[in-house]
């Protein structure tokens, strides 16, 4: 049996795929040719990660396919409950990326404390002939702990990234329509554990009282923050998006950013990917990356691994 992996897998994914019989294809396919290649090669399992979309018209095109793998969280590119009425088996890996993620909010919130993001780009400008004037501009940081982490979305990896404020010193509040409270546990290197019971609150809750804001949310609708949660936030909070593109209002962002509403954010997905607006790009309040939450060595390892044994329970 043949797996495309069309947004690549990990080695350790190809080994164990391999180990059981499975050819594994790693070729990009581009979407348009999708339908055909699959057919051609008789291909039984798809797995792809956000740069693939799998809709109805493939589904329908490609009836000896018979897995569709997701390397990650989401799966708002998949047409997920059409394909299972279809008789398809839809998987995907919701926990391996999470601390990965959970690591790159901190990236990106440490970086933006302490104006991090503003001095790496100046210094090697103006570090021999501005050093002074440098050093003033960027004195002013602040530290993250003891101050309030708002999570919007506290699923795993919200909770994963609670689990790093709360090592941090950081106090935390959630909110999550879906989820009432959370058992935190932390693992330390010598063997103890200590656990931390969270419980959700209003998202309007969250809102006020957070010094920094991180959401862990899927795709939706709507905007998750738009310009009436930007002014329910406090003065000079601090926002990060690791989620999805589209949960938050960028015009209204760059707006709040714009006025000092909020000081500074962070953006790792964007409305217009893989072509974000040239206004954040160039907006030295933003702190940016691209989509890279889960791009850790270790999370792809886990990744692989973990849909190869998905795909090996299924099919043998």
């Known amino acids: 049996m043949k797996v495309l992996a069309n947004d690549g897998i990990s080695q350790s994914g190809i080994a164990a795929l391999e180990k059981s019989g499975f050819e594994v294809i790693t070729t990009t396919v581009a979407q348009e040719q999708l339908i055909n290649y699959i057919n051609e090669k008789n291909i039984t399992v798809l797995l792809v990660r956000s740069a693939t979309t799998v809709r109805k018209d493939l589904i329908d095109a490609c009836p000896n396919l018979k897995v569709i793998g997701r390397g ?34 901190f ?20 570090g021999d002939s501005n050093f002074k004037g440098l050093k003033k501009a960027y004195a002013k940081g602040t530290e993250l702990k003891g101050k309030t982490l708002g999570v919007f979305g506290f699923g795993r990896i919200g909770q994963a990234t609670a689990k790093v404020a709360i090592g941090v010193g950081m106090k935390v509040v959630a909110f999550d329509p879906f989820i009432e409270e959370a058992n935190l546990e932390l693992d330390f290197f010598d063997g103890q ?45 601090i926002l990060v998006n690791a989620a999805r593109g589209g949960v938050v209002d960028e015009v209204a962002l760059v707006e709040a950013l714009k006025s000092g509403k909020i000081a500074r954010a962070a953006l790792d997905v964007f409305e217009k990917e893989p072509k974000p607006e040239i206004q954040l790009l160039m907006n030295p309040a933003l702190s940016l990356t691209p989509h890279t939450g889960a791009a850790t060595n270790e999370a792809q390892d886990r990744i692989g691994t973990e849909l190869a044994e998905q795909i090996i329970s299924i099919l043998k």
């Open 72 to 105: 990650g969280v989401g799966m708002d590119n998949i047409d997920v409950e059409y394909a299972k009425e279809q008789g398809r088996s839809v998987i995907n890996t919701p926990a391996a990326s999470s601390h990965s993620v959970a690591e790159l909010v």
């Open 193 to 237: 554990k200590l656990n931390f019971n969270v419980k959700t609150t209003s998202k309007e809750d969250v809102l006020k009282q957070a010094d920094f804001l991180t959401l862990h949310v899927p795709a939706q609708n709507d905007y998750v923050i738009g310009k009436p949660e930007l002014e329910i936030m406090k003065d000079g909070a």
């Open 107 to 126: 990236g990106h919130l440490f970086g933006l404390a302490r104006f991090l993001h503003n001095s790496n780009r100046d210094m090697p400008l103006e």
